[in-house]
């Protein structure tokens, strides 16, 4: 990703926040698939459903940066911290120093496992919330259930499988690597 390509937002807790125009691009169409869903499937009234596109989409770049803030937790513990974090279309990037060296395999893999722990407690959380929801249903409970679906799917057991941008992708290269180049399961 080409920072000169990403807009500069400012700092956030010490970490430069970049956004690429596919994330702008990728949170509009979020955000109409959802009013699409919640209005025409579910048959909400049209004000609520922009209101729940809206605000569900907002949640889950949220919840991306509350999984971006576990990965800079861990980095600053292992004393190789990050630089910042770049939106790109619906997730983000971190940022590490260009200059940083090389690292034994234990920091790349505590930095990876940063997001996913951080992102299972808010997956925990926002159960327990869905749960405390549930009798009053409509908008809250779609959003609270929304939130533990986004955290669980996609920044706890989606950032954990291998698909060659995710978390789980670093922490398979590294393991193998920390291994002699052979993974032990």
């Given at each position: 990703m ?23 691009v ?8 959802i ?16 209101t ?25 513990q292992?004393g ?13 990037i ?5 200059n ?25 959380a ?6 405390l ?8 409970l ?31 290269t ?6 002699g180049g052979?993974?032990r399961?």
């Amino acid at each position: 990703m080409n920072p000169k390509r990403s807009l500069y937002l400012g700092t956030f807790l010490g970490l430069e926040i970049r956004v690429a125009p596919s994330s702008l691009v990728t949170a509009v169409l979020a955000a109409a698939g959802i009013f699409l869903l919640l209005h025409k499937a579910f048959k909400w009234r049209p004000w609520t459903a922009v209101t729940g596109g809206i605000l569900a989409t907002a949640i889950h770049y949220l919840s991306e940066q509350w999984h971006q803030m576990g990965h800079a937790r861990a980095a600053k513990q292992t004393g190789f911290p990050m630089k910042g974090v770049t939106y790109v279309g619906p997730l983000a990037i971190s940022v590490y120093p260009e200059n940083e060296g090389l690292l034994p395999a234990e920091t790349h893999i505590q930095r990876a496992l940063g997001g996913p722990i951080f992102s299972l407690l808010l997956t925990l959380a926002t159960g327990l919330v869905a749960l405390l929801f549930r009798p009053i249903g409509g908008l809250p409970l779609f959003l609270a259930v929304f939130s533990f679906l986004d955290n669980l799917l996609v920044f706890t057991i989606g950032a954990l499988l291998p698909l060659g941008f995710t978390d789980g992708s670093t922490l398979l290269t590294w393991w193998d690597q920390r291994n002699g180049g052979r993974l032990r399961v």
